[in-house]
Every structure is written in C-alpha cells, then in structure tokens.
C-alpha cells in the first residue's frame, strides 16, 4: 500500500511539476527584459510569452544599437522553446532530467540576413541551447558550423566555433569556454591563417566592470606571400582583473610567443606582463555614463559627441592621479640572433591631491619612476644610427659588447639617466 502511495505521489508531482516550472520561467523571462532595459543599447520592443503544461514559447523582439555595425538600431527576433521539467522530452531533442531548458533560435533583419547569405552562402541556424537548474544557474551551448566565402579570387574559410558557459541569471557571473577551429584566408599568392584557438573565461560583474581572469591560446598565425613570410608560433595571453578595497581597479595581461620566423630568420621566445593598478572605479562609470548618454543621440550628434568625448575624459584625469596610479612592464623579454631584447618599467604617482594635478611643479615631486632597456646593437637601422650616436655621446645610452643599455631613475623631483643628472622643463 506504502508503495502504492509514493508511486502515485511521485506520478501527481512529475505531472504538476512542470507547470510550476512554467511559472517559474515566465517570471525569469520577464526578469530578462527587465534586465534590458539597464543597457541603453538594447530595448525590448515586444515579448510574448506562450506558457504550456510541459513546454512554453516565447518570442521576444529586441532592438540593438551596435555603433560599429550600424548607425542605426538592428531588429532582433528570438525565438525561444522551453521544455519544463523535472522530465525533459520532446523537441526532437534527447530524454533528460532537470529544472528546464531552452532552444534559442536568433533572426536578424531580412536585410542583414541577405546580405549574409549573398556573403556565404546558405547560413544554418545558428542555435543556442540553456540548460536551467533549479538554484538559479545555467549552462549555454552555442555552436557555429563551418562558413566559407569565394569572391574575386579571394576564398575565406571560418572553422567550427563552440562556446561552452556557465553563469547565473541575470548575468552576474560567468564561466566560459570557446573553442574555435581557426580560419583561413587565400588569395592568388598570398594566404593568411590562424590556427586553432582556445579562450576560457571567469569572471564576475562588479558595478559596470567584469573582473576576473581571462585567457587565449592559438596554435600559430601565419601570412605568405611572394615576397615574405611570417610565422608565429604557440601565442598565450592572460590576463586579469581585481577592485581592492577603495574600489580601485587593477589589471595585468601577460603575453607569452613561443617562436616566429620571418623571411628563414628565427625569433623568440617573447613575452611580457603589463600592470596597470589604481584606478578608481568610479573613473569606469563616468566613463560608461558617458558612453549611454551619446550612444542615445541621433547619428550626426553622435558623432561630433563622440569626437569631443577626449576632452571630457580630460575631466577624470584629477580622480586617476589622486588615487596612486601605477604602471608595471616587467619580465620583457624578445630573443633576437643578435641578443636578447629585455626592458623593465615602473611608474607611480603618490600622495597627489586632485587640486595640484594642473601643478606640474608640484606634479613631478610626487612622480617615482625606474625604467631598463637593453637590446643589440646589430638591431640599429641606418635611419637611427644618428640618433643613437648622439644619445651614446651624452650618455644617455651605454655600450657593452654588443648590447647597448640604458637606466633611468626619478624621485623627489630629480630624474637622472645612467646616474647623470637631467635637468626638467618644468
């Protein structure tokens, strides 16, 4: 009897179930276009929401202003199919279990999609697959097949893409994982190509900043053609981002080249890591309010107020030398047949108030900088031989063997090069 009771329940809540589940997603969904509406570059135009006992629609259309596309807002139709859970089935897609997913078809304009079309062909959907759980989270799947171009000679191949995530709803954090085969680009003697590539991603919003660690890795890029070559090998960037405390913002971003050859030359291995630290992050969002204000004007105010946006970035300057800015370059490094080319730099301002950053007497007082260059003289062109010479005779620049060097110094005010004294304009 006790086993007939569970089995029933368990029959009634795999029935009953999915339409709290249904329930549940339509408020996310509304959620979503809420969450639109913080970002003045996309605005829910419509949104339908078709909610069923086991699956649910939805159709929302979405305008997007991308300024590097289009002057102009793009309209975007997403179609949505929902499988409720906690049995997912249907769909033509495979039995499983779970809070629910969805299947995210995207439609651009019929404008941009002939255009596509005339560009490459007949384009397969492009299709987005979520998986929800039930804290909240969810997985994306986005795959983007094999796409080729022929035009004038010049043929484009783009490999299969496939992105990999994780992340809350809405968007708060994100774990990320892309995968793309390369591409190629040929045209009568000459070819280009990058190789297979692969990028992860961790991170998480903190106001209108994602920090975390990112990193990009790809196999090689190459260009030939009748005259030249060039070859790079094993190419790796990381990079990441932290707020302390003050809310300041620190990044740092690392390059590492295994190898290039150039014309049966071989180089590397190269790499450096570059710090920027201390940057208020309030400095990012006058930026960003910046940014939303223009991105709402038409096109030709647009424009002239994106022209004159330099001089209000001008305006931050007091609250970036005020909050101890640093400047790292450090472990660089570029292996040449002649010697190795090697730097180091280092570059902060302290105990600045906002009111003397015009004060430039005052300025350098509080400037701490420390710079090293070395690299091969067999480097040195005809067009700076003269140049060089005249900075050996001053010594700003010294010679050992073959390698030239170079050390500058500056606190409290006094800048000295190779421990010679210089003299400042100001």
């Keep these: 009897m006790k086993k007939i009771v569970v089995l029933s329940l368990l029959i009634i809540a795999i029935i009953a179930v999915p339409f709290g589940i249904g329930f549940v997603t339509q408020q996310r969904s509304e959620a979503l276009n809420k969450h639109y509406s913080l970002n003045p570059n996309i605005h829910a135009i419509d949104s339908a929401f078709q909610r069923g006992w086991f699956h649910s629609n939805i159709l929302s259309k979405l305008s997007v202003y991308i300024p590097e596309i289009s002057d102009n807002p793009i309209a975007i139709t997403v179609r949505q199919s929902v499988r409720h859970g906690p049995v997912l089935w249907g769909d033509n897609r495979p039995l499983a279990f779970g809070f629910a997913d969805v299947k995210t078809d995207i439609e651009f304009p019929s404008d941009m999609q002939n255009k596509l079309t005339q560009a490459f062909g007949e384009i397969p959907t492009i299709t987005l697959l979520t998986q929800l759980y039930y804290n909240g989270s969810q997985d994306s799947q986005l795959s983007i097949p094999e796409l080729n171009h022929e035009d004038q000679g010049t043929h484009i191949t783009i490999h299969p893409l496939k992105l990999d995530a994780n992340s809350d709803l809405p968007v708060k954090h994100l774990q990320a994982i892309l995968n793309w085969q390369g591409m190629q680009i040929s045209h009568a003697d000459s070819r280009a190509s990058i190789g297979k ?3 992860h991603a961790n991170a998480q919003k903190e106001g209108i900043i994602w920090v975390g660690n990112m990193d990009w890795s790809t196999d090689s890029i190459q260009f ?14 990381d990079g990441k981002t932290v707020v302390d405390a003050q809310q300041r913002v620190s990044s740092s971003q690392s390059l590492h080249i295994e190898r290039i050859k150039s014309q049966g030359i071989e180089y ?6 570059i710090i920027l630290n201390h940057i208020p992050l309030s400095v990012f969002e006058k930026l960003d309010d910046m940014q939303q204000k223009i991105s709402v004007l038409p096109p030709a105010q647009r424009q002239r107020a994106m022209k004159n946006m330099g001089f209000s970035m001008f305006s931050l300057l007091p609250d970036i030398l005020a909050a101890e800015p640093e400047i790292k370059l450090h472990d660089a490094l570029f292996t040449t047949p002649d010697g190795d080319i090697k730097g180091e730099l280092y570059f902060t301002i302290t105990g600045l108030s906002k009111q003397d950053v015009m004060n430039f007497t005052k300025i350098k007082k509080h400037i701490r900088a420390d710079m090293q260059v070395q690299f091969p003289s067999a480097l040195v062109s005809d067009s700076n031989r003269a ?3 005249n900075l050996l005779q001053k010594g700003w620049l010294l010679k050992e063997g073959n390698m030239l060097h170079s050390t500058l110094h500056m606190a409290d005010g006094a800048l000295t090069i190779n421990d010679q004294t210089i003299a400042l304009p100001f």
């Design 197 to 199: 590539s692969i990028s």
């Design 224 to 237: 030939v053609d009748k005259l030249k070559t060039l070859h790079i090998e094993h190419i790796n960037i």
């Design 387 to 389: 140049s060089i010479e």
């Design 268 to 273: 590397g291995p190269g790499k450096y890591t």
